[in-house]
């Protein structure tokens, strides 16, 4: 569905001594293949927006290739776009117009009839949860049913490609849980699909099976979220001891599974990979060891954790620095990202 390589976009800013050159997009290799759903994660002025530009034509690669919907990005531009929906992170600019006139004449822009427009819009409504609406100006919209609105237009005409630029940047928590509904519902109704950016560590994780983390212009890493945090960062596992005599027991025990162990009190941590598999037999261990846990508490590492492995910044820190570097007329800073620990807490004894 989407392939690139060595895609590069290069801006240039300021004049004569002023003149400086942007490497927004330095050598990008994508490749995503049909009915997957890629979430495309980065820091703000990572290179997200400018990649999802290329590749849905708004924008000429200074170099490199790119094929959408088996359509080459720079010489077939009119049957890349024909193939793909497209919400961008501004949203659409709409008229005075009702939204139901805005769609239809949204869909007969890319050759539809009136009828097939109307039908297909009131059908977007209804599953979109925009019905009673079709008569409403997008202006007088909340701005959950305004980025709603905004995937409808994106969807008008069946495209099998959706990309969607920062979809929930700006709503609420609840107008963002409602809208990853519709987002999932893309692919499992409609069979789309779709690739995503966003900053948002949760909702890569909730939505995509796949997350492609970019980082000042490169990929930096591309696989699944389980597998991303796997790989590099481990299961942080903190026992409480009931005793401090057991501590040094337990510190040896979580020290043959875990490369570190830190011991604070009578907490013994250390990052283990697939704590799932390896805390069983641990605490097989620990009870024939004779040592009694007041609690186990197993997190998982979280999207940040694969970020700061990968880059030595967290992605919140990597947001503050793109934000105050950003050249006068740059992307504007946006809302940090929300890390979002799952952490699972089995309590083994008395209450901590
Ligand atoms: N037209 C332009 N002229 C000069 N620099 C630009 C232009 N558009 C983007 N940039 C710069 O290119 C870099 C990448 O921007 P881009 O918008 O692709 O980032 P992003 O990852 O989408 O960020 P955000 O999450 O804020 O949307 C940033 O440093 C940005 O300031």
């Known amino acids: 569905m989407i392939h690139a390589r060595g895609l590069v976009q290069t801006f240039h800013t300021g004049r004569g001594k002023e003149r400086k050159e942007v490497h927004a997009v330095d050598g990008v290799d994508l490749d995503v293949e049909e ?3 890629v979430g495309f994660l980065g820091p703000n002025g990572a290179g997200k927006t400018t990649t999802l530009r290329m590749l849905t034509t708004l924008l000429r690669p200074t170099a490199g290739t790119a094929t959408v919907a088996g359509y080459d990005v720079a010489t077939q531009p009119v049957q890349v776009r024909r193939s793909i929906g497209y919400c ?12 139901g006139d805005e769609v239809v004449d949204h869909g007969m822009l890319y050759g539809m009839s009136r009828k097939d427009a109307v039908a297909k819009g009131q059908e977007l409504f209804d599953r979109l949860q925009l019905d009673g609406l079709w008569r409403r100006m997008p202006k007088n919209m909340s701005g959950g049913q305004k980025r709603r609105l905004d995937i409808v237009m994106g969807l008008i005409h069946s495209p099998s490609l959706v990309f969607l630029d920062e979809p929930t ?10 809208l990853w509904e ?17 900053h948002y560590l949760d909702e890569a994780d ?3 099976d796949r997350i492609v983390i970019i980082d000042r212009g490169r990929i930096v890493a591309s696989d699944t979220s389980d597998n991303l945090k796997a790989q590099v ?6 026992l409480e001891v009931s005793a401090d005599e057991h501590v040094a027991v337990a510190r040896d025990k979580l020290g043959s599974l875990a ?3 830190a011991v604070e009190g009578r907490h013994v941590r250390g990052r283990v990979s697939r704590a799932g598999r390896a805390v069983p037999g641990l605490l097989r261990d ?17 999207l940040d954790d694969v970020f700061l492995t990968l880059t030595g910044r967290s992605l919140r820190d990597a947001e503050a620095t793109a934000e105050a570097t950003d050249p006068p007329g740059g992307v504007p800073p946006e809302a940090g990202a929300t890390p979002s620990p799952t952490t699972t807490t089995t309590s083994t004894g008395a209450a901590r």
Do not use: C, K, M, W
């Open 286 to 302: 620990l009870e024939s060891a004779g040592v009694a846990l007041d609690s186990i508490e197993v997190a998982r590492p979280t």
């Open 259 to 261: 490369p570190d162990v």
């Open 35 to 37: 009915g997957e759903v």
């Open 169 to 178: 940047t700006g709503l609420d928590p609840q107008a963002r849980a409602n």
């Open 88 to 99: 961008s992170q501004v949203g659409s600019t709409f008229s005075g117009a009702y939204a």
């Open 206 to 208: 909730a939505l995509a």
């Open 182 to 198: 519709h987002i999932a519902g893309l692919r499992t109704e409609q069979g789309a699909t779709v690739f995503l950016t966003t």
């Open 233 to 238: 960062a481990g299961d942080l596992v903190d």
